[in-house]
């Protein structure tokens, strides 16, 4: 396939219709593999009604061997389409989610976070025999150790009204209005994943523009969030039905308007200045004075763009250390200038390095 089949729900088995993507070729994989559930017989409701589960043929993969062999295949047709700096995760519950985890690291990934995912209305245990099944498990990896994968750090604290985003996430299951139904009134999809998941998904692991694969796509869970956010996707799906549900309802969906894609950019994300560069510009001169917070350690501005302090001389971060007798030092917070308004941090004239480059 020479080019990219983005914004498409390409139909056939996983593994196959991966192997026609090119190498290195997609920014995320999200996979909601088949849970294989081991059930025994029909579950029902304290009024004698049938419960609505997991049974379809796809969910059936055989025993263990046959769905380690399984999860083998798709995993390494994953990790073969993903860039070098890409992002990947997969999702499970107990039935699953150990037996992938140890493939995924025999298979070379890097698990970077193991994410819980609470429900709040989780379904009941209705033979009352185990606790309440409440959660299931996302792992996030790197195609390997040394991968920096796309991380919105403060998009998510953002998100989180100014506080870290923690591991533990607590949503809703999918239900009312966004649960999708066929011609029957019945769902259209047994594991129809929330779209809210699927937003904290994609806003942290990826950009605008990136394209993200899902390959056992279902109903269009993935491709609906992708399309809302500015992400392009690519689907793969076996079965007709989903695939016919899946496109009636990206259709219906128009995305965010360009300017509405931007979210808040973590520092490390920023284009890198070095103290130098303040030096070049004139904002900080050969000669100048630099202060601690309390004004009590001083130490001169060279040319080069290194301190000196007595006989200590370095960067901003050795000397400011050194000085304090301490293993580290973050110079652009502890070192300050004098302005009119008081001793300013060296970072207010960092920010205003990264404003020119910006413009």
């Known amino acids: 396939m020479d080019q990219l089949p983005i914004d498409q729900i390409l139909e056939g088995e996983c593994v196959e219709v991966m192997k026609t993507l090119p190498d290195e070729s997609v920014d995320l994989v999200f996979a909601d593999p088949p849970y294989n559930l081991q059930l025994g017989g029909d579950l029902h409701r304290p009024d004698n009604s049938k419960v609505d589960a997991v049974d379809n043929d796809w969910d059936q993969i055989g025993g263990f061997d046959e769905y380690d062999l399984f999860t083998w295949q798709w995993l390494e047709q994953a990790r073969r389409v993903l860039k070098p700096n890409g992002g990947f995760w997969v999702i499970g519950s107990y039935h699953n989610i150990?037996?992938?985890?140890?493939?995924?690291?025999?298979?070379?990934?890097?698990?970077?976070?193991?994410?819980?995912?609470?429900?709040?209305?989780?379904?009941?245990?209705?033979?009352?025999?185990?606790?309440?099944?409440?959660?299931?498990?996302?792992?996030?990896?790197?195609?390997?150790?040394?991968a920096r994968p796309t991380f919105n750090y403060a998009a998510m604290k953002a998100l989180n009204d100014g506080v870290q985003m923690r591991s533990d996430w607590t949503l809703p299951i999918c239900s009312g209005g966004?649960?999708?139904?066929?011609?029957?009134?019945?769902?259209?999809?047994?594991?129809?994943?929330?779209?809210?998941?699927?937003?904290?998904?994609?806003?942290?692991?990826?950009?605008?523009?990136?394209?993200v694969l899902d390959p056992?796509?279902?109903?269009?869970?993935?491709?609906?969030?992708?399309?809302?956010?500015?992400?392009?996707?690519?689907?793969?799906?076996?079965?007709?039905?989903?695939?016919?549900?899946?496109?009636?309802?990206?259709?219906?969906?128009?995305?965010?308007?360009?300017?509405?894609?931007?979210?808040?950019?973590?520092?490390?994300?920023?284009?890198?200045?070095?103290?130098?560069?303040?030096?070049?510009r004139g904002l900080v001169k050969p000669g100048d004075t630099l202060y601690c917070p309390k004004g009590r350690n001083t130490a001169r501005v060279r040319a080069d763009g290194t301190l000196i302090a007595g006989d200590r001389a370095g960067s901003i971060h050795q000397v400011g250390a050194q000085l304090q007798a301490a293993p580290s030092c973050n110079g652009w917070t502890y070192w300050h200038v004098r302005t009119k308004q008081g001793l300013a941090p060296i970072d207010v004239l960092r920010s205003e390095v990264r404003a020119t480059l910006e413009n």
Do not use: C
């Not at 894609?261 to 070095?274: G, H, W």
């Open 98 to 146: 150990y037996r992938v985890g140890s493939i995924l690291q025999d298979a070379g990934f890097w698990v970077l976070n193991d994410i819980i995912w609470r429900k709040s209305n989780p379904m009941p245990n209705f033979k009352g025999t185990r606790f309440t099944n409440a959660h299931e498990t996302l792992l996030w990896a790197a195609k390997t150790k040394d």
């Open 178 to 211: 966004e649960r999708l139904k066929d011609a029957d009134g019945k769902k259209a999809h047994p594991t129809q994943k929330p779209e809210a998941l699927l937003h904290r998904v994609l806003l942290s692991t990826t950009n605008p523009g990136d394209v």
């Open 216 to 280: 056992f796509f279902g109903t269009g869970t993935t491709g609906a969030a992708a399309k809302r956010l500015g992400r392009h996707f690519i689907g793969v799906e076996r079965d007709e039905d989903y695939i016919a549900v899946a496109r009636e309802r990206l259709l219906a969906i128009e995305p965010a308007a360009r300017e509405a894609l931007n979210v808040t950019q973590s520092k490390r994300a920023q284009p890198r200045i070095p103290f130098g560069a303040l030096v070049e």
